[in-house]
């Protein structure tokens, strides 16, 4: 797990691994059962037209829908992977710029995954309430992708608000000094086209692929 200053005073938590699913949960009956089938399908299918963009002939309007439909949630995926895979561990290793402590960047963990906890756990209730409304949709003809949406935002807040909660009491931490994620303190002060360029290369220098997606994203919403 890498700790990434992404500001003045500002970090953020981020994780990949590659070839990984988002490791939902295993099918159970019933509706939590059909969500979960659903929300593991839309994952699959997200990533995989992920890694086969560039290499497709041109789509039609519905075919490009589409894409930018699975564009947006793979980049929720890459957002919310963090917590999704803690709910499994017990240990962890926090990479981390090497000009703090650990003490510093234990305590920044557990400040972070409490403000997640504390967002999921209240866009899960809002989303609960537009997924049951959703369900009006069903009289009309075609896919609910309004109940779509809202079965996908339910499942990956509270799959989140599991694994922000895992991180803070059942996982324990240790920190290692990355000097790259030292270097994005001056990165992340930069504009345009130079700050892209850092990033890239910086990103590479970890070997983490969507990392400059990840970066921009969070940079630009401080």
């Known amino acids: 797990m890498y700790v990434v200053p992404v500001g003045a005073n500002r970090y953020e938590l981020y994780c990949e691994s590659a070839g990984q699913d988002a490791n939902p949960e295993p099918p159970a009956e019933g ?5 979960r089938h659903q929300f593991a399908t839309m994952l699959r299918a997200a990533e995989e037209r992920q890694h086969r963009r560039g290499t497709e002939a041109p789509k039609g309007f519905l075919g490009r829908v589409q894409d930018q439909i ?5 980049e929720r995926i890459a957002e919310q992977r963090l917590l999704w895979n803690l709910r499994g561990e017990t240990a962890a290793v926090a990479m981390h710029p090497d ?14 995954l409490q403000r997640d906890y504390d967002r999921h756990k209240l866009w899960l209730v809002v989303d609960t309430v537009g997924l049951v409304a959703s369900m009006l949709l069903v009289i009309v003809p075609g896919p609910n992708l309004v109940g779509y949406y809202f079965a996908f935002r339910v499942v990956g807040h509270w799959l989140s608000m599991r694994g922000a909660s895992h991180g803070l009491h059942r996982v324990s931490w ?12 001056t990165v992340a002060t930069m504009q345009g086209g130079e700050r892209e360029r850092q990033v890239h290369a910086i990103a590479e220098r970890l070997r983490l692929q969507r990392f400059p997606t990840f970066f921009e994203r969070v940079a630009l919403g401080a």
Do not use: K, N, S, Y
């Open 31 to 35: 509706v939590i059962g059909r969500l």
């Open 70 to 74: 699975m564009a947006w949630v793979a």
């Open 174 to 185: 240790t920190g290692r000094g990355c000097p790259p994620l030292t270097d994005l303190r």
């Open 99 to 112: 000009d703090m402590t650990f003490e510093q960047v234990q305590t920044l963990i557990h400040r972070i």
